[in-house]
């Protein structure tokens, strides 16, 4: 059974910073590229990030790029999100997934 475990989320002021994590199990991590999504509420998801399978490769929404760093460790199965600079227009559920797969999110909250 595939499961995504997010971890790391909360209050957070203007300025400061979080590292998500997000644990996975179920399937072949290493062979896998991932991604990072928020879902804003009143609105739609966000595609954050992605990463692909040795880490080698990664992408970001203009929104982030430069304050979030994705990263991952496929000898723990874990994947990550450091979030520096936070916004309140970061506020949102933040998401990992591969493949169709979901984790039961995370909330994020910038906010002073």
């Known amino acids: 059974e595939v499961q995504l475990v997010e971890s790391g989320g909360g209050l957070v002021q203007p300025g400061g910073s979080l590292r998500l994590s997000c644990a996975a199990s179920g399937f072949t991590f290493s062979g896998y590229a991932m991604s990072w999504v928020r879902r804003v509420p009143g609105t739609g998801l966000e595609w954050v990030s992605g990463?692909?399978?040795?880490?080698?490769?990664?992408t970001y929404a203009d929104s982030v790029k430069g304050r979030f760093t994705i990263s991952r460790d496929n000898g723990k199965n874990t994947l990550y999100l450091q979030m520096n600079n936070l916004k309140p227009e970061d506020t949102a559920v933040y998401y990992c997934?591969?493949?169709?797969?979901w984790g039961q999110g995370t909330q994020v909250t910038v906010s002073s």
């Open positions: 990463i692909n399978n040795s880490g080698g490769v990664t």
């Open positions: 997934s591969a493949s169709g797969y």
